[in-house]
């Protein structure tokens, strides 16, 4: 009973920065993969990066250079701290994890970014 919750969502400038956490309770084993996934009103659901437990990442071409993904293996968390934020980056976004080829997903935290 895997379960992922994440934190640190709001309201920010354009500019600014901001830090999204996610904790994953109920095993004692890391998950394989931990990423983050967004999605805007009317748009489908993206990666925006993600990270291995040997720390290989991979982000998405609108993100590369301003997101930066890391990882706890011990606590079994995941964190995205955002810089120079845009209002294309408004969105919900969700902490997802694989564990013996097993999806799961945490309930999402929106990220407003102001112009």
């Known amino acids: 009973q895997v379960q992922l919750v994440e934190s640190g969502g709001g309201l920010v400038q354009a500019g600014g920065s901001l830090r999204l956490s996610c904790a994953a309770s109920?095993?004692?084993?890391?998950?394989?993969?931990m990423g983050w996934h967004r999605q805007a009103p009317g748009k489908q659901r993206e990666l925006v990066a993600d990270i291995t437990s040997g720390g290989s990442t991979n982000y998405a071409d609108s993100v590369k250079d301003r997101f930066t993904i890391s990882r706890d293996n011990a606590k079994n968390t995941v964190a995205l701290q955002m810089n120079s934020l845009e209002p294309e980056d408004t969105a919900v976004y969700y902490c997802?994890?694989?564990?013996?080829?097993?999806?799961?997903w945490g309930q999402g935290t929106q990220v407003t970014v102001s112009s």
């Open positions: 997802a994890g694989v564990l013996f080829g097993r999806d799961y």
């Open positions: 109920g095993t004692r084993i890391s998950l394989r993969t």
